[in-house]
């Protein structure tokens, strides 16, 4: 790029062009060399960009902790241009960086403080924004919970780690008594409650100001699922959990082989994905994988879908498969499949199913993500 025209243009000049791009070519444009990745993350371009509200919805994919990457990256798909993108995420001073979940464009990682000796003691929680390169770090969380921890971050500010025995708590906003709201009194530390859980929290997923958690309550030889649901705004020194139910609901939760929940489009719906079981009996096969999907205010069920049987053969043959996702697509992955299946939920009202070739990265196929809606305009 050295001899190209490219570098005779004004920097003004060159920021007004790129402008002119929708969010997601911009994305593009910024892997094609380091000339046009710095010129397209200064800030003086991004904010020209701040303007175009409109997130880019992308699919992302945890890394492998098998598998450390020397350049730290994040992998993202783009449903919309059907193509793989890279967010690099280099300017994070932490190694072992390991990214979770994301919120309103922000992205949570699990990272290790550069030049630690001891990783585990100095594990730390960090928010960040991949486009703009903005980032903070959370206050000092113990080691033992980027192992046993499940992180949920929402559009109230909010975030909760996750696990059988306690509940943390934070948000520089609001405090749980708030409902969310501005508070005269927000946490500036994290806040520990006890769980109060029949059994580990499986898929919990935090949905405007509650959370909702599927546990199994049955024995190691039959599994009995049940689903759960507390309100932030209860938090007092324990979680109050209210188990799901209702009569109309039947035998839901027994014909599917490990339900996992997903968030939607949107706060008023959540969908349950599992193996669709053959019989009742112990060690009953599945004949597809069922897509549920539940409306929270009137607690009814629906089918959603099905996945197709020339796809799900792909994975009646692996003994192990991952589902995640949220904002109306459901993603899977299995061993030894190598590509992704997709189900997209659209606002129109049509569904679909596609494959996802090209995933980057290496190992046994198992891979797990998260919603990524990537935008310029939020802050950490």
Same mark, same amino acid.
């Given at each position: 790029m050295d001899s190209s025209p490219f570098n005779t243009l004004p920097q003004e000049t060159i920021h007004l062009i790129f402008c002119q791009l929708p969010l997601r070519q911009i994305a593009v444009a910024k892997c094609v060399c380091k000339a046009f990745y710095f010129a397209l993350s200064s800030q003086s371009f991004l904010h020209l960009l701040r303007a175009q509200s409109r997130p880019l919805s992308l699919l992302a994919l945890k890394p492998s902790h098998r598998h450390a990457c020397p350049?730290?990256?994040?992998?993202?798909?783009?449903?919309?241009?059907?193509?793989?993108?890279?967010?690099?995420?280099?300017? $994070? *001073?932490?190694?072992?960086?390991?990214?979770?979940?994301? /919120?309103?464009?922000? =992205?949570? !990682?699990?990272?290790?403080?550069?030049?630690?000796?001891?990783?585990?003691?100095?594990?730390?929680?960090?928010?960040?924004?991949?486009?703009?390169?903005?980032?903070?770090?959370?206050?000092?969380?113990?080691?033992?919970?980027?192992r046993h921890g499940s992180v949920l971050a929402g559009s109230l500010d909010v975030v909760i780690v996750l696990s059988e025995l306690a509940v943390l708590y934070y948000s520089e906003n609001s405090s749980p008594e708030s409902g969310g709201n501005l508070s005269s009194n927000p946490v500036k530390n994290w806040l520990k409650f006890?769980?109060? $859980? *029949?059994?580990?929290?499986?898929?919990?997923?935090?949905? /405007?100001?509650?959370? =909702?958690? !599927?546990?199994?309550?049955?024995?190691?030889?039959?599994?009995?699922?049940?689903?759960?649901?507390?309100?932030?705004v209860d938090l007092e020194k324990s979680m109050q959990w209210v188990r799901l139910k209702k009569t109309e609901w039947g035998e839901t939760f027994d014909i599917l082989k490990r339900p996992r929940l997903v968030k939607s489009g949107n706060d008023e719906k959540v969908y349950m994905v599992g193996g669709l079981k053959?019989?009742?009996?112990?060690?009953?096969?599945?004949?597809?994988?069922?897509?549920?999907?539940?409306?929270?205010?009137?607690?009814?069920?629906?089918?959603?879908?099905?996945?197709?049987?020339?796809?799900?053969?792909?994975?009646?043959e692996s003994s192990k498969f991952k589902v995640f996702g949220g904002g109306g697509r459901v993603c899977f992955s299995a061993k030894r499949v190598g590509r992704l299946a997709l189900w997209e939920d659209n606002d129109d009202g049509k569904t679909g199913w596609m494959w996802i070739d090209g995933v980057p990265g290496s190992g046994d196929g198992l891979f797990r993500g998260f919603m990524l809606d990537a935008r310029v305009d939020v802050v950490p």
């Open positions: 350049h730290p990256t994040l992998h993202a798909f783009d449903p919309e241009l059907g193509r793989w993108l890279r967010f690099s995420l280099a300017f $994070l *001073p932490f190694s072992a960086l390991h990214p979770i979940t994301s /919120s309103r464009g922000l =992205l949570y !990682l699990w990272a290790v403080e550069q030049g630690s000796k001891n990783s585990l003691s100095q594990k730390a929680l960090v928010v960040c924004n991949p486009l703009t390169c903005q980032f903070k770090i959370l206050p000092q969380l113990g080691s033992a919970w980027s006890s769980s109060n $859980l *029949p059994s580990k929290p499986r898929s919990a997923v935090l949905i /405007s100001d509650f959370i =909702l958690t !599927l546990c199994d309550l049955g024995t190691p030889w039959r599994s009995q699922w049940a689903m759960f649901k507390a309100k932030i053959s019989s009742y009996a112990l060690q009953s096969s599945c004949t597809t994988i069922l897509i549920l999907r539940l409306d929270l205010e009137t607690l009814e069920w629906e089918e959603a879908t099905r996945m197709p049987p020339e796809m799900y053969r792909c994975f009646a």
